[in-house]
């Protein structure tokens, strides 16, 4: 383990103490997973209802929201699954007789493996807000010219990546807001928001900065995937220091070109594949940047943050 690695993993445990001693976050006994104080709950829901605001007056949002589960067969379809094995979360459930139920409790009272009466179910865990989005406004026909705005609120996500470190878990609320339409209007809202997400994070005191990045694709074909990926400039993050020598990545503009449109026979008005974007706000790592950069006390935030936030 180098220096900086051990350096950075002492801060994040440091910061995670710091942040569980204040009753911020609840611990659970499962790395990367956490409950919410109140202090925590009062910025998250804030930062919640700011986004929601911006999207109203940038062109107005129809509000659609999605539980925190997903159908397999939607993961399948859009290649969540290969694309991403190692973050996927497959729910399980129970269907034996009397005497395996009576087996599979003994064994897990005592907290050994009962894994053999379970058998996979038609759900999954929602790794990314938005992909529920896209299937439903399919369903609907064609979309009128000029497309659509979909605001989704913060949903809970589920990825498989346990972590001492706090920015990373894998339950966390991700705020989406989602656009669908012609071509140049999709990119040109994707530039837009990047911009008004900048703005919003240093309006907020935070020290934020815009990077071409990519999805963390599985494997060697991955890569390449994560390669055309960063080369074509589909994915921007708004990344913002917390703990250790790397910045986190904060929110994400995200530009799918015609990916989904034609994967689900999302179309325009013409009957041509829907273009789409969206743009991702991490709510629980806003929520930790703030606590980092301005401390563990709201009460003693610079007036011009607790102003945007608290008007
Ligand atoms: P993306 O789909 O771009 O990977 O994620 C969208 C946003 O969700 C990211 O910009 C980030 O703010 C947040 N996010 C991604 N992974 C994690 C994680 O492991 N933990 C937390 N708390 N937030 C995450
Ligand atoms: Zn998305």
Redesign the pocket.
């Known amino acids: 383990m180098s220096d900086e690695t051990r350096t950075t993993e002492t801060d994040q445990a440091e910061f995670l103490a710091e942040l569980l001693a204040a009753g911020l976050l609840i611990e659970s006994g499962v790395d990367?997973v956490y409950g919410h104080g109140e202090v925590f709950e009062f910025i998250r829901e804030r930062l919640t209802a700011i986004v929601s605001e911006i999207a109203k007056s940038h062109g107005g949002a129809a509000k659609l929201s999605f539980p925190p589960v997903i159908p397999r067969r939607t993961l399948e379809t859009n290649g969540y699954v290969g694309n991403f094995p190692h973050l996927a979360g497959s729910i399980f459930g129970f269907e034996g007789s009397e005497a395996q139920a009576m087996e599979q409790g003994a064994r897990a009272a005592a907290h050994e493996d009962w894994s053999e009466f379970q058998s996979q179910t038609d759900l999954m865990m929602l790794p990314?807000a938005c992909y529920p989005v896209y299937p439903a406004l399919a369903d609907r026909g064609p979309l009128d010219p000029g497309g659509v705005i979909v605001d989704i609120g913060a949903s809970w996500v589920f990825?498989h990546?346990p972590?001492i470190d706090p920015?990373?878990?894998q339950s966390?609320r991700?705020h989406e807001i989602v656009r669908v339409g012609e071509p140049e209007a999709v990119e040109a809202w994707r530039l837009e928001w990047s911009k008004l997400g900048v703005e919003l994070f240093t309006e907020l005191g935070l020290d934020a900065h815009l990077e071409n990045a990519n999805?963390p694709f599985f494997g060697r074909i991955g890569r390449l995937l994560a390669a055309n990926q960063s080369a074509e400039e589909l994915?921007w993050?708004?990344l913002v220091p917390i703990t250790g020598s790397e910045p986190t990545?904060?929110?994400?503009f995200?530009y799918h070109l015609d990916h989904f449109g034609e994967m689900w026979d999302l179309k325009l008005s013409d009957g041509g594949p829907a273009h789409t974007a969206c743009a991702?706000?991490?709510q629980?790592?806003?929520v930790l940047a703030l606590l980092r950069t301005h401390g563990l006390d709201p009460d003693k935030w610079p007036t011009t943050a607790r102003l945007r936030l608290w008007g």
């Open positions: 990367g990314a990825r990546e972590s920015a990373r878990r966390f991700m999805d994915k993050e708004l990545a904060c929110a994400s995200n991702a706000f991490g629980d790592r806003i």
